[in-house]
């Protein structure tokens, strides 16, 4: 068996499309929706990031406000720079990348941002939301993860879903997501015992640990949906956590890296400004 390969690029795609309409329509209104970026430092991944998310808000017809900032900027000016957005009627969603310089406290500048504008879902209240059934903001590699999910039919009621890695950036939202679809999760971590049996458990796997390949497909369970977080540098290659051409002989449907998961993740950040934009506007 061989499996489906999932084409992130088309439902990234078919998202972005979705964007451009719902931002064409508010701007009829003369609601132009805006989002900000925030980037500290000159990590060199981080700024091909920002570039390729201000871009891909363009073309959505979506306002992009770049803010770069030396690495030697201090807390209080970050969150400074916060306020004032969180101020700014023509920013409807505001984004600081991730990683900060280690000279900077990530945590109060998420809790500093205005959680109606946390096109990331980090805040704490759009986390404790997530977590209570009342979700509103919601992290948006997880949540293009489910968008794929959905996309390939997968049936996760009842369902094992396993989800590899604990990050409050992935981890731990994709698998609130994957209960609030009625799975039953398991989070794993790098302190998991026997991770193979646990994978071997998944009818959905999630892998996002950020270990090349350290998900083997002799451990995939024939027929499982794989969807591969993982973007992991080896040699100049980008390469996923799962073992991608063995676990293509077991699973029904793997998402490949590069062209998975990847492109949803922006299209996802531009559908959470549009939802947040929406509401602004209706607010
Ligand atoms: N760094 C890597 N992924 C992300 C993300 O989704 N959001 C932010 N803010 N930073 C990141």
Redesign the pocket.
Known sequence: MTARIIDGKQVAAEVRAEVAARAAALAARGRVPGLAVVLVGDDPA?AV?VRNKAKAAREAGVRAFDHVLPASTSQGELMALVARLNADSAVDGI?????LPSSLDARPVLEAIDPAKDV?G?HADNVGRLWSGMPRLV???PLGVMRLLAHEGANLRGASAVVVGRSN?VGKPMAALLLAADATVTICHSRTADLAARVAGADVLVAAIGRAELIRGAWIKPGATVIDVGMNRVGGKLVGDVEFAAAAERAAAITPVPGGVGPM?IAM?LSNTLDAAERRASG
């Open positions: 981080s990031y984004l600081v990348q991730l990683p990331d980090f992290p948006c590699t950036l993740t950040l």
